[in-house]
């Protein structure tokens, strides 16, 4: 059997998911991490950006992620983030939309939300 790590993707308001996997990709204020199995002990502050998890039966499972916390530690890796969502739950032409409406009102908040979003749902796809 392969190496495993449990992973907790859980934001403010849910679970957004729990399974087995054998990578999990994401971005932190120090750049973007790979975690294996095995992988050292880590905290660190969750970035606005995709997370990509390689789940145990080969399949690929990318969330938009805003802002929060990664903590690994004996193979269980948690993701705390303040807003999370699968990418299949990601409505692409809402997202077009909101991504349009805020660079037409100059909002780079609002504007940096709807492109994680956006590479979230079409990186999934």
Not at 12 to 39: F, N
Not at 61 to 75: L, N, P
Not at 95 to 102: G, K, P, S, T, Y
């Amino acid at each position: 059997m392969a190496a495993e790590l449990h992973v907790e993707l859980v934001a403010a308001d849910r679970q957004v998911w729990s399974g087995e996997a054998t990578l999990v990709v994401a971005r932190t204020t120090s750049g973007d991490i790979g975690v294996m199995p095995g992988h050292q002990p880590l905290l660190g502050v969750l970035e606005s950006g995709p997370v990509t998890i390689r789940t145990s039966d080969g399949a690929t499972v990318v969330a938009a992620v805003h802002g929060g916390f990664i903590s690994f530690a004996d193979d269980k890796l948690s993701l705390l983030a303040e807003i999370a969502e699968l990418a299949d739950e990601i409505d692409v032409k809402r997202v077009e939309q909101d991504l349009e409406r805020a660079k037409a009102e100059d909002d780079a908040e609002a504007k940096r939300r709807a492109d994680v979003r956006l590479r979230a749902a079409t990186a999934a796809r």
